[in-house]
C-alpha cells in the first residue's frame, strides 16, 4: 500500500521506536526516525514532511520545545504528541503550542494510524471559499493569502487564524457558536481543542486591536460574535 505522506518520528524509546516505524511503514507511510529532539530538529530542517510525531520527554531537546521550534519554521505542518503522561497541564500546553492531536502511551498502533489520517485529512481538505476579500473595520482580510492590511501595512496571520476570521466574518454581527468553529476549522468537537480555540481568539484580538471599533466577544458557554462599532 502506497500512501506518500512523509512522516517526522521523533521517539527515544529504542523498542517504540522501531515499532512505530515498522508499522507506518507498513501502513504506507514513508518515516523517518530520529531519537533525540536535537535530531528531530536536525532532520526536520533538511527533509521535507507532511506530520510530526512527537515524543514529549527526550533527550536533549523535549517534544515540546521541539515543536515550539518546528512551528518558528512551519505554522502549518501538523504536529501529534506522544507522552506516558496524562496530566491535562500536558495536553493543553500541547495544544497552546499549536499541536493537532494528543495520545497518551501506551495506546493502540491502529488507533494511532487513524488519528493521523484524521489529521492529513483536516488539513488537506480545504473548505468551499465563495468570498475572500472582508472589509472588517479598518482592515482589509484577504482569506486566500492570509493577510491583514491597515492602512497600507500587510501583515500575515496563520492557516487556523484564517479559517477562524473567515468564520466570524461569515457570521458578522451574529453569534457563532463554539463547536461550529470546532468542527469546521479543528474536525471535532473537543474539550482540548477548546483551549486551543480560546488561543487562536487571543491571536485574533491582539491583530486586531490597532481598529477600536472591532470587537470579538465572548458569549459565555455559547460562542462569539464578531462586531463593528462604527
Known amino acids: ?30 518515516v523517518c526516525l530520529a531519537r533525540d529532539g536535537e535530531k528531530g530538529f536536525e532532520s ?4 521535507k514532511f507532511d506530520l510530526c510525531l512527537l515524543d ?14 518546528i512551528r518558528e519554521i512551519n505554522q502549518e505542518i501538523p504536529i501529534i504528541f506522544l507522552t ?28 494511532l494510524v487513524r488519528r493521523i489520517n484524521a489529521v ?25 493569502n492570509l493577510t491583514l492590511t491597515l492602512n497600507g501595512e500587510i501583515f500575515r496571520i496563520t492557516q487556523k487564524e484564517g479559517d477562524v476570521l473567515y468564520l466570524l466574518l461569515q457570521n458578522k454581527n451574529n453569534v457563532l457558536r463554539r463547536e461550529d468553529i470546532l468542527v469546521n476549522v479543528w474536525g471535532e ?22 481598529d477600536s471599533t472591532i470587537k470579538i466577544e465572548n458569549v459565555h458557554g455559547v460562542g462569539f460574535i464578531l462586531s463593528e462599532n462604527n
Open 120 to 144: 492529513l485529512k483536516r488539513v488537506n481538505t480545504a473548505p468551499e471559499i465563495k468570498e475572500q476579500i472582508f472589509n472588517v473595520g479598518k482592515f482589509v482580510y484577504d482569506h486566500a
Open 44 to 47: 526536520f530542517s533538511n527533509s
Open 189 to 210: 468537537n473537543d474539550y482540548f481543542m477548546g483551549r486551543s480555540l480560546d488561543v487562536f481568539i487571543t491571536k485574533l484580538r491582539k491583530h486586531l486591536k490597532l
Open 1 to 30: 500500500m502506497t500512501n506518500s505522506k512523509n512522516i517526522l518520528l521523533v521517539e527515544d524509546d529504542p523498542n517504540l521506536g522501531l515499532v512505530l516505524n515498522e508499522f507506518l511503514k507498513m501502513e504506507g507511510f514513508s
Open 56 to 69: 514529549c520527554m527526550m533527550p536533549k531537546m523535549d517534544g515540546f520545545t521541539l515543536g515550539k521550534k
Open 84 to 111: 506516558a503522561k496524562s496530566l491535562k497541564e500536558d495536553k493543553l500546553k500541547g495544544f497552546d503550542l499549536g499541536g493537532d492531536d494528543y495520545i497518551t502511551k501506551p495506546f493502540d498502533e491502529d488507533e
